[in-house]
């Protein structure tokens, strides 16, 4: 590959430089002075390191968590895989046996460029910063043309053309809900998970009632303590990590935790090291919390340049910890409800005979959390248990059946063996592309899609655009979602 493009690709695959790259380039359209600018971008760039350093931290420890309960599991009656979108990709892009490294790059490169000229002449005008999502999503757009058996030119073509119109659209589709949950419209959504996220606000508007905030739950004094987002969140996830070491206990026994060549707990008694695991988790997510809140201080601010020089009314479209400080309590009853709806799935998968993710609690915490935020802003509290819950039960079957019938093609011939994808953003549209393949072979899975994306642009064709107003469409008191932010 050229050098000057790989040095490109890979500089687009860091999001502290990426975003940093788009407030210098806000702060300077706005002609700011030479202090403001240094500043504005060096902690919108420490913001995403603060962010990625608390994210390390938080799944080092819910690692040793998913060994445990894959370790309870049965797997000589069932075939268990591991779904981890960035494991597939990697594992894709570094199988030297294909060109689909070049091609996830390209697309990656080529995805963004139609992203913002779609942004640009349309009314959606968002700006899509979620790095390792950016990635992502190429990589299985990539995968999945290729898979069709595509020539290279029309894979990058036209993988390209989806991802530029899913990173333009998917972040529209999630605004009205943003709008409920941050209090302002302001910032949007950019993650993966968004189609499953906006069926959760939707049965949350069914079932629940908005007024009863997961954040307005009355505790009892004497359990004041559980209001402390640190404390509720360490209890919690010290009852998960606990559930999976009794099950590994189980089944290969304290030596086989503590002991043996390769000891999971690195010889620590095991109560010790799930408490660990516990505090580390909480430890991780404090940390993210404070990038994010650095982030969102400085990003917005920046993108007013970009809003008003290049992309007249863009919004910047971030990653899934951007809504947690708005609803903490829903964040974590995501986490529990969405882990029992993927214990659900794994039995109805069992007994039905596909293939069983392992369940994961970096799933249940980051999607079916974001699930449960979202159902909380339209059904509150009992929108939240089952949004977060509906996020994990469906998710493990759509990830299941992607796995099943080889969606993204052979992924084990492809150098992924035995992973999977996870976010429905990818999975669905890779399904229902693998069903037209199927009755109509890859031409016709070809230009639907196509199609799909330059109806889409027609609708919304706007390349004239007035300069942003005053933001009127606010639908909760900022005070109010300044306070439920603490």
Known sequence: MNPVLQFIIQLVQIPAII????????LLLQKKE??????????????????????TVLINALVPIQKMFAMALPSESVTTFVTFDEAVVSAVQSNTAT????????TLLFGYMFHLLISRITSQRYVYLTGHMIWVHAGGFAILFYSLGLPNWAVVLVASLVDGAYMTFAPAMAQPFMRKITGTNDVAFAHGQTILNV???????????????????????KLNFFRDVAVSTTIVMFIVSFIAAVGAVIKVGVAGLEGGENPL??????????????????????????????LIAEIVPAFEGIGRKVIPNAKPALDVPVIFPFAPNALIIGLISGFLGQILGMVVLALIGLPMPIPSVIVAFFACGAGAIF??????????????????????????VAYYVGAFGDLTALGASSLGF????????????????????????TAVPVILVLALVA????????????????????ADAAASSK
Do not use: C
């Open 199 to 221: 069926a959760a606000a939707g049965l949350g508007k069914l079932i629940g009632d908005p007024k009863k905030s997961t954040e307005h739950i009355n505790v009892p004094k």
């Open 422 to 445: 996870t976010v429905p953003d990818v999975i669905i549209p890779g399904l229902i592309v693998h069903f037209l393949f199927v009755i109509g072979g890859k031409w016709v899975a």
């Open 375 to 400: 159902a909380n802003a339209t059904g509150g509290v009992r929108g939240a248990w089952a949004g977060g819950f509906m996020w994990g039960f469906v998710g493990w079957i759509l990830i299941s």
């Open 99 to 106: 060109k689909l490294g070049t091609l996830i790059g390209l």
């Open 265 to 294: 707990t690195g010889g620590q008694n095991w109560i010790v090291f799930t408490l660990l695991q516990a505090l580390g988790f909480t430890a991780g997510m404090l940390i993210m919390l404070y990038g994010v809140r650095m």
């Open 34 to 55: 030479v202090g403001q600018v240094v500043t504005g971008t060096v902690k919108t760039v420490l913001s995403l390191l603060i962010i990625g350093g608390g994210i």
């Open 459 to 478: 609708i919304f064709w706007q390349p004239r655009l007035e300069l942003p107003k005053a933001e009127t469409e606010n639908t909760e008191n900022p």
């Open 19 to 26: 975003v940093g790259f788009i407030a210098l380039l806000g």
